[in-house]
């Protein structure tokens, strides 16, 4: 999309080069002059494997971001929760990247588990959840969090991008009671997706599909042979 250098709220990049690309989106909604120094900023990555980037977010992406920001003045946190049933998320940081990338910008890198402070939404706000449902307080309380997916099928909802890139923010115990995610129902699932992403307002999403999944998402043991 051409906005002729105008600001956009959407704006679509083309680039052979992964970060030219990068760069190029984000002037075209105006830079990080919304940033201020001292603003702690929350990147919310897609790891619900080990599996390297377009499985997982390019950690290229989160170090060239995290440069950005801390140049800015910014304290940076880069964060995520594996799939409900796997206990190694921090494993999962090491093996694609991103646990180097974090360190490499002097960022904080949080494992979204029991053991860190949580924020309940509101029920009326979940309804098609089952009892309560928890987000990490140190991204209900960031001055911004940064979503950034990946763009790959995924065999229970079709495809995962934007939205669904939040079910990593909600509670690993909250995600696997019955009625909620451990169940998968067919329907409920988007509309328990869109009830997340309704309370949970990024400051910017950057849904990086310079390399996507077409089919056998999201991961390679998900049952199709996957084809980049």
């Known amino acids: 999309i051409d906005l002729s250098g105008r600001r956009a709220d959407v704006f679509v990049a083309r680039h052979d080069d992964h970060l030219a690309a990068v760069d190029a989106a984000l002037a075209g909604i105006g830079g990080l002059g919304f940033v201020k120094r001292g603003d702690r900023v929350v990147l919310k990555v897609n790891t619900n494997s080990g599996d390297g980037y377009p499985y997982s977010t390019s950690p290229d992406v989160v170090r060239h971001l995290g440069q950005q920001l801390r140049q800015r003045g910014a304290t940076v946190l880069v964060g995520d929760r594996s799939f409900w049933g796997d206990e190694g998320t921090a494993d999962n940081f090491e093996r694609n990247g991103i646990a180097r990338a974090a360190k490499d910008v002097g960022a904080e890198l949080l494992v979204f588990d029991g053991d860190i402070g949580w924020v309940a939404i509101p029920s009326k706000l979940v309804p098609d959840w ?99």
Request: hydrophobic share 35%.
């Open 130 to 228: 089952t009892g309560p449902v928890r987000l990490p307080r140190a991204v209900v309380e960031a001055d911004h969090v940064f979503n950034l997916p990946c763009v790959k099928t995924h065999f229970i909802t079709g495809f995962t991008m934007a939205l669904k890139n939040v079910l990593g923010l909600v509670h690993p115990e909250d995600r696997r009671r019955p009625g909620n995610l451990r169940s998968h129902h067919p329907e409920r699932i988007h509309r328990q997706i869109a009830q997340i992403s309704r309370f949970f307002k990024p400051s910017l999403t950057l849904l990086d599909g310079h390399r996507a999944l077409i089919s056998g998402g999201p991961t390679p043991e998900s049952g199709n042979s996957p084809t980049i």
